[in-house]
Structures are given as structure tokens and as C-alpha cells.
């Protein structure tokens, strides 16, 4: 670990790109971990996120994303988000680049955050195009109701980017300007398989930036990293007790 270390000191411009496995210390199921809501018998977790069951049955996504969309306020932010926090403040990371759609970055007090997969903060109706807050949804769903358009009666829905929607050109355009930038990339708790936001390392790799995998399974972009972990607990805590406190 003294070598990520060295690597985080000498970059010009280092970045991270999140995935689900850093949010479970938070209490949020990462999707394809060994505990994962892929692996939950009890869910779809292919139709939580299709537009097109969405559609249909909008109830699905609410009732089954309750646990661990809607109920951010009794969570806390990891050891992660916070060591990621702080490296920013201190000028050791650029920016955050993240599949994550919990805001549990934002909480821990990280400003620079390509969202790449949008965010649950806004919300709308699909037929007249009225904004929610996050708050004013999040108290009917946690209420075990669906969320309707007060004005007209219509579906409401987060301004995540569902399975058959496209992802924001904005972000995805953001995102690989900073892996063009970057001289080291940090991958977390991603296994690098969701395209296309997976290419996003493959590019700044490309484009000659040292890269680092902390995750708990493989990712196909293993053979190219400089550096390999697969507790994140364990090297943030390191980060958090030998980076942070020089």
C-alpha cells in the first residue's frame, strides 16, 4: 500500500470512479456482490430498473427501491466517501466519476461528481413534466405509496437512467474528459461490466494513466492495473491514517 501511496502523491490529476460496493458500508446491497440484489431471490432487479416495467407497473421500482434509495436519510456516508472527500479538499483528487445513484458522495461533502447513471435529487412527471424534490417523493414512498403528479395525475419518475434509456450525453461526455486528464484513475467497488460507463478507466488507461482496482471480484480490466486490492475497508482505512493525516 505504500506504493498507492506514492501513486496518489505524484499524480497530477488523479480521479475515482465509484460503483456499488462502495456504499455498502453504508447499508445499501451492492447489485452483483456475493450479498448482492442480484442475488436476492425476492427482487427483480432487472425489472426495478426497466423503463419498460416502469412503465407499466411504476409500484415495482418504489416498493422494492424503498430500502435503499428512499431511506438515504437514515445512512451514512463510508470510509470511503469521506477518505474521497477529503483527498478532494486537500487538492489529491480531481473529481469523483460515479455509477452510484445514492448521493452519499454529495453527503460526504465531495463537490466535483459526474453522476453517470443520473440521480433520484429530482424527479417528474412524465406527462406534464412537474419537478419533485427528492424529500417530497421520498416521504410518500417511504409512506408505502406510489408517488402521482399532483397537477395531473400522471407517473412520476426519478431522473435516473433506467434500463432502455440512454444515459446523459453531458455526463458521459464530462466523464471521458477526465479520464483524457487523468494520470491515475482509481477504480472502487465496480466490477467494470455495466457498459458503457465500464469504457470510462479503459480510456484514461489508453491514454497513459496509471490505474488501480480496489474491488472484492474481478474486473476485466485486472491485467491492466498497477496496482490490485480487494478489501476497500481495509486500504481506506490505510489512506485515511497515513495520506490524510500527513
Known sequence: ?????????????????????VSTFSGIKDFRGKDGIYRN???????????DYFMNDPSYYYINSKDFIYNIHTLQPSIVH???????????????????????????????????HGTPTEHYCMSCGKTYTFDEIAEVVCNDEVPQCSICGGVVKPRITFFGEMLSEGALEEAFELADK????????????????????????????????????P???????????????????FLDNNLLSE
Open 1 to 21: 500500500m505504500e506504493q498507492l501511496l506514492d501513486l496518489i502523491r505524484n499524480a497530477e490529476f488523479c480521479t475515482a470512479f465509484t460503483g456499488a460496493g
Open 41 to 51: 431471490s425476492k427482487i427483480d432487479a432487472d425489472k426495478i430498473f426497466s423503463l
Open 82 to 116: 469521506k477518505v474521497l472527500a477529503a483527498m478532494e479538499e486537500q487538492g489529491m483528487l480531481k473529481a469523483v466519476i460515479t455509477q452510484n445513484i445514492d448521493m452519499l458522495h454529495q453527503r460526504a461533502g465531495t463537490k466535483k461528481i459526474v453522476e453517470l
Open 182 to 217: 487523468s494520470d491515475l484513475m482509481i477504480v472502487l467497488g465496480s466490477t467494470l461490466v455495466v457498459q458503457p460507463a465500464a469504457s470510462i478507466p479503459s480510456i484514461a488507461v489508453r491514454n497513459g494513466a496509471k490505474l488501480v482496482i480496489v474491488n472484492d471480484m
Open 219 to 237: 474486473t476485466p480490466l485486472d491485467h491492466r492495473a498497477a496496482l490490485r486490492y480487494n478489501d476497500l475497508e481495509e486500504v481506506f482505512t
